[in-house]
């Protein structure tokens, strides 16, 4: 392959972030104008995006289809629609043209879990107490989530979106050397483990920031934005660099980021 062949974006693979309620899953169901859609549900809260109607048309929302799993499920069940998805693609009937997984904070506790039981923990009730993972547990969900990205979605050559949650970072104040210094919000992180946190958003190209601000006295009282570069916010993408925050109000993302990366928009 050549370096310039790397130039044309044939595949969409991203990490959307933000607060619950920010509009991350809306978003995600409107690539379903690009075709059908698959959403894996960890968090049980695919519902949500029925709010969005107004720009959602039924006939999109009839293009999305939703499966859903618990912690009670098990890695194992996950892994058997992976395994379907392998097959799929090695007969060229992939059914989708995007999959969503939401969200990362979820399936990082999952992958948790299941080294866990792999190791012999009764997980299932909190009989005896409850049992804590150890150092391999966290080791075991970082190389699974990397390998989930490299061996999994990324061979499967449709846009794939993962979703996660932000929360507050603290830290002492930027250039305070006294340790006594009481620690202040310096930003925002992915929430999860500190390991994995730092580690996600570095699999991902595109990582799009998700915002819902309150407006008052005004008769949109919310706004909803994204932000494509800046903080845990980046791109790969040219025609997106420098982009301030977007309002995606009432809009759907998908024709949004159509109409900003096109040449000449």
Known sequence: MKLLDLAAYDQFIGLF??????????????????GPLEIIDLDRRARGILGATKFLASELLDRITVSQYTVKDGW????????LWDVYVRTNKLPFKTICIESVTTLQKWLIIDSMK???VDVGKLRGGLQFATPDDYNYASIAFMKLIYEVLMPLKCNVILSGWLVNEYGKPPGDSNQYAPNIVIGQKV?????MAEEIPGY???VYVFEKEEITGTSNPVKFTVTFEGGLAKTSRTELKGKQKVDLTNRSFYQTYQQLTQKGK
């Not at 194992?76 to 395994?83: A, D, V, W």
């Open 17 to 34: 972030l933000g607060r619950s309620g920010s509009g991350k899953s809306v978003a995600e169901a409107s690539f379903a104008e690009f």
């Open 76 to 83: 194992k069940e996950l892994n058997n629609k992976f395994e």
């Open 118 to 120: 792999l190791r012999g």
């Open 191 to 195: 929430l999860g483990t500190q390991k």
């Open 204 to 206: 991902f190209d595109e």
